[in-house]
């Protein structure tokens, strides 16, 4: 996980509002994403979820997808992607979606009730999305075999009064306009 690692150790930091973001290639798509640390995070992911019998990887748009896309070209799972627009097709459910930044609806196509997914994301910060995730999809009937947010931003989330767990790579946290990381394998 060096790359990981690494990468958030150098990566930059800005404010907004008095709050401190890290700006990083898989959580904002800058600086460029390197391949070699698309494909270790690949290669971590798929040592770290449960695949079996996994019928789809569904992750929200957009941070999302490039993950999934690289986890999807290395076991032929297919990837249904949650969008901020309805398309109006048949089985398409709506979700609140709340963050600490802001709220939209989100729609979710192709899973239907017995679907076994895996559900993968790019950062777990306020746990707002993540939890909307999960109900729609248990509310459909959908199995989630696994969820895997790459980075988890440190302190209380919304998925704290859950029974969701959920995997990540590496947890972190802003101090003093740096990255600290907290756990380097941290299932919380």
Request: aromatic share 4%; hydrophobic share 40%; no cysteine.
């Amino acid at each position: 996980m060096d790359r990981l690692r690494q990468s958030l150790l150098d990566t930059p930091i800005t404010e907004k509002d008095g709050y401190q973001y890290f700006v990083h290639p898989i959580s904002d798509g800058v600086p460029m994403l390197e391949p070699e640390l698309l494909r270790e995070i690949t290669v971590r992911i798929i040592q770290e979820v449960d695949l079996d019998g996994v019928d789809k990887i569904v992750t929200p748009a957009a941070m999302g997808i490039h993950i999934s896309t690289a986890v999807s070209l290395s076991t032929d799972i297919p990837v249904a992607i949650i969008r901020k627009r309805s398309y109006g097709l048949d089985g398409e459910v709506s979700l609140s979606q709340v963050t600490g930044y802001s709220e939209s609806e989100m729609y979710i196509n192709d899973v239907e009730a017995g679907d076994r997914v895996l559900v993968l994301d790019d950062v777990l910060s306020t746990g707002g999305t993540m939890t909307a995730i999960l109900d729609a999809l248990t509310e459909m009937g959908a199995e989630v075999a696994d969820v895997l947010a790459v980075i988890k931003k440190v302190g209380p989330n919304e998925l704290d009064d859950t029974d969701y767990e959920v995997k990540t790579l590496i947890n972190v946290d802003v101090v003093d306009g740096e990255v600290v990381v907290v756990d380097e394998d941290g299932d919380f």
